[in-house]
């Protein structure tokens, strides 16, 4: 009943957090932190997630959409740490929550004071406000960019809440060019923004792997920072 009590009240202080900084956190409400999902990742074969990326609910792909031909032109080579930290994080604040309630029996029965009891409530309060924060910003990098061979359509694979792989299926008329939004080329990660919505992701011009310039700067314009 304490571990119930204990997990409520800290699922209600995250969501007002969230409220209050705009912060998506749908799968942290949904599911346990202890669950088992699965690890994914950037290489066939893998456990994906298909979904345009719209700021209403997710509409499912189209099936012909799914199984068409894409070519890859960008990779983000330390996405895999990317999906560590995450992995990590989450296991480090399930942990510190489930410590809640043994520290909260332990002050109830004067075995540890106070001071005690609070510390730990505080720390894993604050593991969970920093999974909440580095989850949404890590699941903003994109892994992968592909494009079908029609260039018609865009791939955008990136991490989900729990680090596993989530692909996004976005029109070519539908993204923003660099020079739209003024995005400096120079700086580490710029802004893939849509027309359809506010959402937006980070893609590093520095730090990827560009496999095809011409068709990714057909997607989102030229990135040379000299243009």
Known sequence: MTYVCGTISLTKMLS??????????????????????????????????HRFFTKAAAQPVDAELKSAEFKIVYRFPYIRAARLITRLKLYQTGLTVIAIPPACYAYLTDIINLNACIATMSVASFASMM?????????????LVAVNNDLQY??????????????????????????????????????????????????SLRLGRIDDLEKLQLLIGSVSSNQ
């Open 16 to 49: 007002r957090i969230a409220v209050q900084h705009s912060l998506r956190i749908p799968f942290f409400l949904r599911h346990s932190l202890l669950g088992n999902p699965s690890v994914g990742g950037f290489s066939e074969p893998f456990a994906t997630n």
């Open 131 to 143: 999974l909440v924060i580095m989850s949404n910003l890590l699941q903003r990098v994109l892994g």
């Open 154 to 203: 865009a791939r955008f694979s990136h991490l989900d809440f729990w680090g596993r792989r989530q692909d996004v299926y976005v029109p070519f008329e539908d993204v923003m060019t660099l020079s739209d939004i003024s995005e400096n080329k120079d700086d580490i990660f710029v802004k893939i923004r849509r027309f359809s919505n506010k959402d937006f992701f980070y893609l």
